[in-house]
Antibody
Framework: EVQLVQSGAEVKKPGESLKISCQGSGYTFTRHWIGWVRQMPGKGLEWMGIIYPADSNTRYSPSFLAQVTISVDKSIGTAYLQWSSLKASDTAMYYC?????????????WGQGTLVSVSS | QSVLTQPPSASGTPGHRVTISCSGSSSNIGTNTVNWYQQVPGTAPKLLIYSNNQRPSGVPDRFSGSKSGTSASLAISGLQSEDEAHYYCATWDDSLSGPGVFGGGTKLTVL
């Protein structure tokens, strides 16, 4: 069974750093892109970026370039999303998802989401 | 402001048919395939349609997708109460807006 399991909810203060994770199982982790999607409270989905675990090839949406870092540890089948200095506006639900095929064009399995709350 | 434009809301009565539109441009829908996702409040999104009109295993054939030029549509026939959710179109974008983009989402209400 394909599963993407994300790390738990986080409560942080502005300026703090954070790294959340997404562990894939039940499929060949290195052959499918992993994407990250943001959903701010009461808002729609926003495409953040993707990474190809086999070679760590990473693409970012312009809105998120230099704001977050996407990485992967293929030895443990886990992708990461990290911030070096959080802002209140980073408060959102973050989803990871795997690509349906070898290309990054659609996501067929999604994690349960990680809620990040940033407040002083 | 998303590069893909969807109506913010749609509605229909049980058993009837509803369509949701998604309008883009030559750099996204015009040259790439479209996917549709369903999100029931409080849950993760679910892939409903990929490659314009393909249904993943387990998605009822009441759901269908189409694309023409720089626009795409999702049609839901035989509307059921459990179809009440948010629906998002998504595609690849070859311009500086990309690489991937979502529509703003459409809230479907089953009356």
């Amino acid at each position: 069974e394909v599963q993407l399991v994300q790390s738990g909810a986080e409560v942080k203060k502005p300026g703090e750093s954070l790294k959340i994770s997404c562990q894939g199982s039940g499929y060949t982790f290195t052959r499918h892109w992993i994407g990250w999607v943001r959903q701010m409270p009461g808002k729609g989905l926003e495409w953040m970026g993707i990474i190809y675990p086999a070679d760590s090839n990473t693409r970012y949406s312009p809105s998120f370039l230099a704001q977050v870092t996407i990485s992967v540890d293929k030895s443990i089948g886990t992708a990461y999303l990290q911030w070096s200095s959080l802002k209140a506006s980073d408060t959102a639900m973050y989803y990871c998802a795997k690509s349906r095929g070898p290309g990054p064009y659609s996501f067929d399995y999604w994690g349960q989401g990680t809620l990040v709350s940033v407040s002083s | 402001q998303s590069v893909l434009t969807q109506p913010p809301s749609a509605s229909g009565t049980p058993g009837h048919r509803v369509t949701i539109s998604c309008s883009g441009s030559s750099s996204n829908i015009g040259t790439n395939t479209v996917n549709w996702y369903q999100q029931v409040p409080g849950t993760a999104p679910k892939l409903l349609i990929y490659s314009n009109n393909q249904r993943p295993s387990g998605v009822p054939d009441r759901f269908s997708g189409s694309k023409s030029g720089t626009s795409a549509s999702l049609a839901i026939s035989g509307l059921q109460s459990e179809d009440e959710a948010h629906y998002y179109c998504a595609t690849w974008d070859d311009s500086l807006s990309g690489p991937g983009v979502f529509g703003g989402g459409t809230k479907l209400t089953v009356l």
